[in-house]
């Protein structure tokens, strides 16, 4: 059966980053290209990154059921399509998603055997610095983004696994372990390997309930607008 990993994060903690990373060293995964109503970035591509679509064009979408889930996230529409979940199972492939957490808990209501993965950054300094080193936004954005941050951060507890994208090797190892781990819980195999169960181990660090003594003074940089 098609496993759904969801990933989410606030923008700028380096999701897409990690995602980059870690998905040519997982085989059998698909990843929804998501439609969008907002303008391509630098050199993004249509089809690539995002389906490109004007505002009329994803609401003739919404009308027509093709979503499985949609959200409006930073003034613009963003959309899971429906077929690339039948296509995962069509191939016998396991899907990721790159959601924002509007989309992620409907995902989560829908498909309850989802698996959801929340990737926060350090603490709100280092996100700013983040989002600043990308040069991607206006200040207005910025802001608008470490605002909305904030209010993300708090929807972790919904989210079965807790990634601090700290140093890029370790969260990459850490998002691969979690993703092969859970697919061989599905798969049922046993006895494991000495690596398998290495890797078990290590996804295990990172679920919700072994992460929230980490979690705190995260949290606790964004509630007072510092590191
Ligand atoms: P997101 O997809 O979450 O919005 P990006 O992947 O675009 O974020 O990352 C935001 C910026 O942070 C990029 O400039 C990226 O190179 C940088 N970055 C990502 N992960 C790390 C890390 N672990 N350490 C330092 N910089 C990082
Ligand atoms: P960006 O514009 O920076 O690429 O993405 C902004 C936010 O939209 C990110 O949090 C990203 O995860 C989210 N996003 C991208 N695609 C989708 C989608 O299909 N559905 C939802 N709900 N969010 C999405």
Known sequence: MTSVFIISAPSGSGK??????????????????????????GSEQDGQEYFFVSRPQFEEM?????FLEHADVF???????????LQAEDHGKDLLLDIDVQGAEQIMRKIPRAVGVFIL?????????RLRSRSQDSEEVIQL???????EIENYSKYDYILVNDRLEESTEALKAILLAERLKRSGA??????????????????????????????????????
């Not at 950054?121 to 610095?129: A, F, V, Y």
């Not at 983004?145 to 209010?151: E, I, K, V």
């Not at 919700?208 to 590191?227: D, H, K, Q, V, Y």
């Open 75 to 85: 003034r613009n529409y963003y959309g899971t399509a429906r077929r690339f979940l």
């Open 145 to 151: 983004r470490l605002a909305t941050a904030t209010r």
């Open 121 to 129: 950054p350090p603490d709100r300094n280092t996100l700013e610095r």
């Open 62 to 66: 919404v009308r027509q059921d093709q």
């Open 190 to 227: 046993q006895p494991l390997s000495a690596d398998d169960n290495a890797m078990v181990a290590m996804a295990e660090l990172h679920r919700l309930n072994n992460m929230r003594a980490r979690i705190e003074p995260i949290l606790g940089s964004f509630r007072t607008g510092g590191a």
């Open 16 to 41: 897409s980053t990690l995602v980059d990373k870690v998905r040519p060293e997982v085989p059998g995964l698909d990843f929804s290209v998501s439609y969008t109503t907002r303008p391509p970035r």
